[in-house]
Nanobody, 119 residues
Framework: QVQLVESGGGLVQAGGSLRLACAASGNIFSINAMGWYRQAPGKQRELVATITITSGGSTNYADSVKGRFTISRDNAKNTVYLQMDSLKPEDTAVYYC???????????WGQGTQVIVSS
């Protein structure tokens, strides 16, 4: 009973920045954590970053994006953001927002937003 809508994807040149947003609705007070995943062509979906909602806002990142991406939350707006800086062509993927109601079991997913980084 959680709906997620991503926005902010697009085409950007290498070295540029994008900010993705994920707005949650529905049973939002049951959300324990939210995260961003991505799936590049020919690759499996991988975890990009996570942040806790009901706890102290702990974050974690994939090694490939540490130092370049920042996940943040605005609980008043029921929105999680992914600030992506110093983008690389290998960041090209469909980025998905996910919500976990039970622990870190990401059972709810958005439809994805395409990020294309040109070289």
């Amino acid at each position: 009973q959680v709906q997620l809508v991503e926005s902010g994807g697009g085409l950007v040149q290498a070295g540029g920045s994008l900010r993705l947003a994920c707005a949650a609705s529905g049973n939002i007070f049951s959300i324990n954590a939210m995260g961003w995943y991505r799936q590049a062509p020919g690759k499996q979906r991988e975890l990009v970053a996570t942040i806790t909602i009901t706890s102290g806002g702990s974050t974690n990142y994939a090694d490939s994006v540490k130092g370049r991406f920042t996940i943040s939350r605005d609980n008043a707006k029921n929105t999680v953001y992914l600030q992506m800086d110093s983008l690389k062509p290998e960041d090209t993927a469909v980025y998905y927002c996910a919500a976990a109601l039970v622990g870190y079991d990401y059972a709810y997913w958005g439809q994805g937003t395409q990020v294309i980084v040109s070289s």
